[in-house]
């Protein structure tokens, strides 16, 4: 099984005609996954590659009946975006779309709070489950459909660990990148939960960074609820003191969110910390050999 999507998830491309929509339209399409509709304003009743194009999202819904929208538009127009596609009903949203401002997230999180409505990102690779549906960036290649589920706030690292269990001939559930911004839609603890109901994720891989609360948080929860083996990276060991990193979440303030932290508190609850980000696959292969 997997989580959030798979071979039957209907898809349709926020920005299809444009220079990123349209070019990772195509190898989403050859991946395998179902992308049934556009939307481009203005551009309603063309086709691209064959797929029609509509100017509003509820027009796409009812016509061709997808219930998940990857979102390729700049950062202006991305919370609009959002909000369009779950006013129209859709369930699952990724947003790619990196450079929205902090004081627009928050009023698309205030608007999604008790919707139906997932979104993951902003500023994130999207979701992957193996051999079945893309709905994002990462290099579908290197994946391989398996039991160990992989949550990340780094784009990048993701596809270094994902390749290293692939490598080591551990296959993955689904692989969600959360995104790396202050305010990003879902947290680990909602995936944690998902993936716990999961009878075919036999374990989880967690890849964190320095700065917020995501990692304590699913500490916490882990500790009281979730009967998986977990593993974690957290990246920022040698982060120099007082200078912002990389993402706009990797921001330490008044103590909160330093590696030290992170690491006590998730290897309190049994997780099991991977050093270096070089052995991530060896050592899911040495610890849980049934894979």
């Known amino acids: ?10 898809v349709l491309v926020q920005g299809i005609t444009g220079k990123e929509g349209s070019f990772h339209t195509l190898r989403m399409r050859g991946y395998g996954t179902k992308i049934v509709a556009g939307v481009t304003p203005g551009k309603g009743g063309q086709f691209f590659s064959g797929i029609p ?63 139906k409505t997932r979104l993951i990102g902003p500023n994130c690779p999207g979701i992957i ?12 290649h290197i994946h391989k459909k398996g039991p160990v589920g992989v949550i990340s706030r780094s784009g990048s690292l993701t596809y270094e660990a994902v390749n290293q269990l692939t490598e080591n001939n551990i296959g993955q559930s689904t692989c969600i990148g959360i995104g790396g911004d202050m305010i990003v839609g879902t947290s680990f603890v909602e995936l944690l939960r998902l993936f716990n109901d ?45 200078k912002r990193m990389g993402h706009a979440g990797a921001i330490i303030e008044r103590g909160r969110g330093t590696y030290e932290r992170k ?20 050592t899911i292969q040495r610890v849980t050999s049934k894979f």
Do not use: W
């Open 1 to 10: 099984m997997s989580i959030l999507i798979n071979k039957d998830t209907r």
């Open 53 to 115: 194009v509509f100017d509003t999202i509820r027009e796409a819904v009812n016509s061709e009946g997808a219930g998940a929208s990857i979102i390729f538009v700049p950062p202006p127009s991305a919370p609009d975006a959002i909000i369009e596609a779950s006013e129209a009903g859709i369930d699952t949203i990724v947003c790619i779309t990196d450079g929205i401002p902090v004081h627009d997230m928050i009023e698309v999180k205030r608007y999604l709070k008790g919707k």
């Open 129 to 140: 489950t193996p051999e079945e549906s893309k709905m994002g960036i990462m290099p579908g």
């Open 198 to 242: 999961d009878p075919e994720t036999e374990a989880v891989l967690i890849i964190g960074e320095i700065g917020g609360e995501e990692e304590e948080a699913s500490a916490e929860y882990i500790k009281e609820n979730f009967d998986k083996a977990v593993f974690a990276y957290i990246a920022g060991r040698t982060a120099p003191k007082d």
């Open 263 to 282: 690491v006590e508190s998730l290897r309190s609850c049994g997780v099991d910390i991977i050093m270096n980000p070089a052995e991530i696959g060896k």
